[in-house]
């Protein structure tokens, strides 16, 4: 063998060897492994946010953990033994992939209104779901580089089968940790085991999964391309929305911990990675000039909540706080159309702003959306029924005008404070490389 560029002979050490597929993991074993690598990340989440909680309670002195344990201990689950750690982490995972944890009651108290009573409580714990959601994105990515597919089709496919798959697995999990006692009024049995872990598992795993195949394969969306064309400057407005958010949660949910270990100790604040994202999507809608409503379920408190609620003083800073951050938004947003000078100036880009914002209130309602219900078979007591409590139903339209505001304040007052800001931060927001 001679080398076709010099007639030189070739060195048989450098010649590259043909590629061994066969050592190459099926396709259908990446897309299961992905399910299971991506519940195992999001059940080691949950085990460090369970050893938290269990480790704020026992800082929190002997009247925490016994009033934890008065409702656990019944079920088998002391907060103060090993149970806590081996059990409810199961429970939390299921829940960040939106299952709902369901207690039933089967009891034959006549005064208990009816021989089967099942109540139910759905919430997202946002950053366990937002683990599931990265691990499943980036499972993707590695199974799309691994094992590139052909179409789009075939990424829908596989996608599918690990959405599938980790729905199968959490639920056969959740059903071997469900817990089984004896209460006052009968015997007791708590599951995390339900519909909507189906649903969601489903839904998340294949969406996310798809998400990163496709980010892998280097392929653009068409829709997007086409929200793109209708909507100039989407791209960076969807930059500019989630950096407002982060922004503001970033500095409320820091009042809110402070707040929460004042007044509720230790056990409350080494619970903030349950509550906190939560609490801080409701902080985020009612600072905006929404509401937190609550439809339904029996809790104590005037409904809706408003930023008017709170201290005169919490509801200026907390006003002070939007305005600046709707400001920096809106010179951002400036200096983002002046480096995008190709882009139409005409009537439509108005609504890039308002959509995006809009969008972004949908889904911080339903997302941050806490849900309750209670179910009877037989008797004639308790009646079916449920509830939510959230960021109201409005909040998208508030979150509209306030893209509005901003797109306005953009081509006004904005241009004046332009040159106050950070070249590198005006290229990041306008997406293009800085100098």
């Known amino acids: 063998m001679h080398n076709q560029d010099n007639g030189e002979p070739a060195n048989p050490d450098t010649l590259v060897p043909p590629p061994v597929t066969g050592r190459l993991s099926p396709r259908w074993w990446l897309a299961v492994q992905s399910a299971l690598i991506a519940y195992g990340l999001t059940l080691g989440a949950a085990l460090v946010t ?22 656990a201990g019944s079920m088998g689950a002391r907060l103060d033994g090993p149970s806590a750690l081996a059990i409810y982490p199961f429970f939390l995972a299921a829940m960040a992939l939106g299952g709902t944890t369901v207690l039933t009651v089967s009891s034959t108290v006549t005064d208990f209104g009816a021989p089967l009573v099942s109540v139910w409580v759905g919430v997202l714990p946002l950053a366990l779901t ?23 089709g075939a990424r829908w496919l596989y996608a599918g089968l690990t959405g599938l798959a980790l ?36 839904l998340l795993g294949t969406a996310a999964s798809w998400a990163g195949r496709k ?37 409320i949910g820091l ?30 809608a009612a600072g905006h000039l929404s509401a937190v409503a609550n439809l339904g379920l029996p809790l ?36 983002s159309r002046g480096r995008n000078r190709g882009e139409p100036a005409g009537r439509e880009s108005w609504l890039t702003l308002p959509a995006v914002f809009g969008l972004g209130g949908a889904v911080l309602s339903v997302i941050s959306l806490v849900a309750a219900g209670q179910g009877t078979a037989g008797g004639s007591g308790f009646g079916p029924g449920a509830g939510t409590v959230g960021p109201a139903w409005w909040t998208f339209l508030v979150m509209a005008a306030w893209g509005l505001v901003i797109e306005a304040g953009s081509r006004t007052l904005a241009p004046q404070l332009g040159h106050l800001v950070p070249r590198r931060m005006a290229a990041f927001f306008s997406g293009t490389p800085g100098n």
Not at 321 to 334: D, G, N, Q, Y
């Open 255 to 284: 009042a809110l911990l402070v707040t929460a270990l004042v007044h509720g100790g230790a056990a409350v604040a080494f619970a903030a990675p349950l509550w906190l994202p939560t609490a801080s999507a409701w902080a985020f």
């Open 50 to 71: 369970m050893a938290l909680l269990v480790l704020g309670f026992f800082l929190g002195g002997a009247g925490a953990l016994n009033a934890m344990n008065d409702s």
């Open 167 to 202: 729905a199968a697995f959490s639920v056969l999990l959740s059903l071997l940790v469900s817990l089984r006692g004896t209460t006052d009024t009968g015997d007791a049995f708590l599951t995390a085991a339900s519909p909507s872990l189906v649903a969601g598992a489903v």
């Open 300 to 335: 104590s408190g005037l409904f809706p909540l408003t930023v008017g609620d709170l201290p005169v003083w919490a509801s200026a800073a907390v006003g002070v706080l939007v305005l600046l951050l709707a400001t920096a938004a809106a010179v951002l947003w400036s200096l």
């Open 215 to 251: 980010r892998e394969a280097g392929t653009e969306l068409r829709w997007f391309r086409r929200a793109e064309a209708a909507l100039p400057g989407l791209r960076p407005a969807l930059r500019l929305a989630g950096c407002h958010y982060l922004a503001y949660t970033c500095v």
């Open 130 to 152: 937002a683990v599931a959601t990265a691990s499943l994105w980036r499972l993707g990515r590695r199974a799309e580089r691994k094992a590139a597919l052909e179409s789009d």
